[in-house]
C-alpha cells in the first residue's frame, strides 16, 4: 500500500513520492532552546520518530534533520539572569533535550543544526531577497515583503485582507505591511550579534529554517513536519520566502500534529503551564510516556490527564508482562533448544490470526501514521501469542513455536513502536 499522509496545505490525503527514488528528505522544526523540554514538545518528536522508523521499514533511507533555534530574547533573558553568554546556556539545553529524547528512545537526527552556525548563510539568503526587491530595509532591520509570496496565506488556509484585519496593530511599527516579517534585525542588550551590511544584528526567526534546510536537504523538501502552532506565522513564512527564492514549493507535504493539553489550554512554555519530560518520567517509565503519547490521532489534541496517564500505563504494563511470557516460551527454540516442527503440529489459526494484525499494523501507519491502531494491533498479537503459550489443547512444543511466531512479530512492530525494551 502507497504511503498516504495528510496534508496540510492540501488539506487532503497525499501519497509520499520522494524526489530521490529511495530517500526521504525529512526537517523537523526543533525546539527553542532556554528550557528544558516538556511533554508537548515529547509528543511531537516520539510522533515523528515513529514517522521515521516506519519509513525506514519500508525500506526508504530517510534523511532526518531537525534544528536547534538558539537566537532568541527569551535565551538571552535566562542568560542576562545568569550571567552567562546566551550561546552557551542554549548549549547546555541542547544537551539536555538530547538527553531527554535518548530516554523516551526517539532516534538522533540524522543532522541536527543550529541556528548561530548559519549567520553567514543566512546573511547570504537576506541579500538574495533584497536583490530580487522582495525584501526592504528600515534602520537596520530587513523585512520581507509578503506580497511578492503570490502564495502567501495558502498554507493556514486564509485570505490576506482577512488576515491583516486579525494582526495587532502596532504604532511603533517600521514594517510596510503588518504581515511583512524581520530576516534581519538590531540586537537587544545581551543579545549575541554578527556584523552585517545593514549594521551589527541577528537573523530573524523565519529565515532560519529555510537556510538550513537547503544547505542540508536541498528543497522541495519530501516532508516538513513541526506542531501545529508552527503553520502560522512560522511555516507560512518559510514557504514565502522559497517561493521568491526558488521558484518551487518549500515541502511537497506539510505535516503538524496536535497539541497537548493541560485543562482547556496548550501546553506551552510560554504561559508556564507545562510538565517537562523529566517529570513525567521520574513517575512514568519511558514505554508508558509513548504509548500515551501515540494513544491518541497525531493530529488531534491529547489532554494531558490522570485518567490517560492511568490508562497508558496499564496498557504498557500488560504489554510489558506478555512481552515477557513469550519471550519465556519462544526465545529457547531460536536458540536452537527446540524441536523442528512439522506444519501440521503449529496452531495454523494462530499464525494466520498474527499474519493479519501485521497486515492491519502496516496498514494502519501507511493510512497517515495511525499510532493508536498500529498499537492497538501490537497488543492483539501480544494477547494472542499469550493464548497460545497457555492452551493446553497444543502441545507443549507447539506452544513454543507459536509463541516464537508471536514474539518475531511482536519485535518487528515494537522497533517501530518502541514501547517496551
Not at 116 to 138: F, N, P, Q, R, W
Not at 218 to 229: A, F, N, V
Not at 268 to 286: D, G, Q, Y
Request: charged residues 25%.
Amino acid at each position: 500500500m502507497p504511503q498516504r499522509i495528510y496534508n496540510t496545505r492540501s488539506q487532503k490525503p497525499d501519497t509520499l513520492s520522494p524526489q530521490d527514488a529511495n530517500r526521504v528528505r525529512m526537517y523537523v522544526c526543533g525546539p527553542t532552546v532556554y528550557d528544558l523540554a516538556h511533554v508537548g514538545h515529547a509528543r511531537s518528536y516520539v510522533f515523528f520518530d515513529v514517522v521515521r522508523r516506519h519509513l525506514t521499514s519500508k525500506g526508504l533511507e530517510v534523511l532526518f534533520q531537525q534544528n536547534f533555534s538558539d537566537i532568541d530574547e527569551k535565551i538571552t533573558g535566562k542568560a542576562l539572569a545568569q550571567s552567562r553568554d546566551p550561546l552557551r546556556v542554549a548549549e547546555d539545553y541542547i544537551s539536555e533535550f538530547l538527553a531527554d529524547m535518548d530516554l523516551l528512545r526517539v532516534e538522533r537526527a540524522t543532522i541536527y543544526s543550529r541556528s548561530s552556525e548559519h549567520v553567514g548563510e543566512i546573511i547570504a539568503t537576506t541579500h538574495a531577497l533584497l536583490d530580487a526587491k522582495a525584501a526592504y530595509e528600515i534602520d537596520g532591520f530587513v523585512y520581507f515583503d509578503h506580497s511578492k509570496a503570490k502564495t502567501f496565506g495558502t498554507l493556514t488556509h486564509q485570505d490576506i485582507k482577512s488576515m491583516i484585519a486579525r494582526e495587532a496593530t502596532d504604532p511603533s511599527s517600521r514594517k510596510r505591511s503588518l504581515l511583512d516579517f524581520a530576516l534581519w534585525q538590531p540586537p537587544k542588550p545581551g543579545d549575541p550579534a554578527w556584523d552585517s551590511p545593514w549594521g551589527r544584528g541577528k537573523p530573524g526567526w523565519h529565515l532560519e529554517c529555510f537556510v538550513m534546510s537547503r544547505e542540508h536537504l536541498g528543497h522541495p523538501l519530501d516532508i516538513k513536519g513541526g506542531g501545529r502552532d508552527l503553520i502560522y506565522p512560522h511555516h507560512e513564512s518559510e514557504a514565502a520566502v522559497c517561493e521568491v527564492l526558488t521558484r518551487k514549493p518549500y515541502a511537497r507535504i506539510w505535516m503538524h500534529n496536535g497539541f497537548v493539553t493541560l485543562g482547556d489550554t496548550k501546553m506551552s512554555k510560554s504561559l508556564h503551564n507545562f510538565i517537562t519530560v523529566r517529570e513525567a518520567l521520574s513517575e512514568h517509565p519511558p514505554g508508558a510516556l509513548r504509548a500515551f503519547l501515540l494513544s491518541a490521532p497525531y493530529r488531534d489534541a491529547l489532554a494531558w490527564t490522570p485518567e490517560g496517564l492511568k490508562a497508558a500505563r496499564v496498557r504498557y504494563e500488560k504489554m510489558v508482562s506478555d512481552l515477557a511470557r513469550l519471550r519465556a516460551w519462544g526465545e529457547s527454540l531460536e536458540a536452537g533448544e527446540g524441536p523442528v516442527l512439522k506444519p501440521a503440529q503449529v496452531p495454523r489459526r494462530q499464525i494466520a490470526d498474527i499474519e493479519g494484525l501485521e497486515a492491519r499494523f502496516e496498514k494502519a501507519l501507511d493510512n497517515d501514521f495511525d499510532a493508536p491502531a498500529a498499537l492497538g494491533a501490537m497488543e492483539q498479537v501480544l494477547a494472542i501469542g499469550v493464548s497460545v503459550c497457555k492452551d493446553q489443547a497444543f502441545p507443549e512444543d507447539a506452544r513454543r513455536v507459536g509463541a516464537s511466531i508471536a514474539l518475531k512479530a511482536v519485535l518487528a512492530m515494537n522497533e517501530t513502536l518502541q514501547i517496551v525494551e
